[in-house]
């Protein structure tokens, strides 16, 4: 769902429960009114105005989240870098073949790799898949990024490598 959407969900949903404050305010208002015999100097007024004042602070809070997220929301932008994913062609090793021919061993190997793992691969998986040790896939991975060829990115306590487009 668009950021713009939810956003007006938002903003929705806090003038229904804007609109029952008010209800609950009127009933606790003519309850307390029929019910305290001292007047304005009651406990209960003051408690009114307290929970009255917090809902509403809540309320603000909420509709301005809302707000945000219809006019200040960028769900363009993520639209866009995934249909710019899509649009990529999926890598082959015959795209990558001139790129290939210049690297030797096991920097051929991992390169391979990323490539049969269409272009994104988890850096576990590929020490799985190449039978390398991890500081090994460490350090050539460290080498084919210096050589603009992949990106290692962090997602939590594990990376991924992503091919770079040729």
Known sequence: MKNRTVGMLIVGIALVIGAIIYMFNQAMTTIVATECSHGLS???????????NVAIGLMTIVIGIGLYLVFFSKDEMVIKRITERVDMKRPTKETYGKVLKTLYGDERLVLEKVIEAEGSIFQSDLVDRTGLGKVKVSRILDKLEGKGLVETKTRGITNIVLLKKQ
């Open 42 to 52: 009651c406990p209960m007024w003051g408690t009114i105005e307290f929970q009255t």
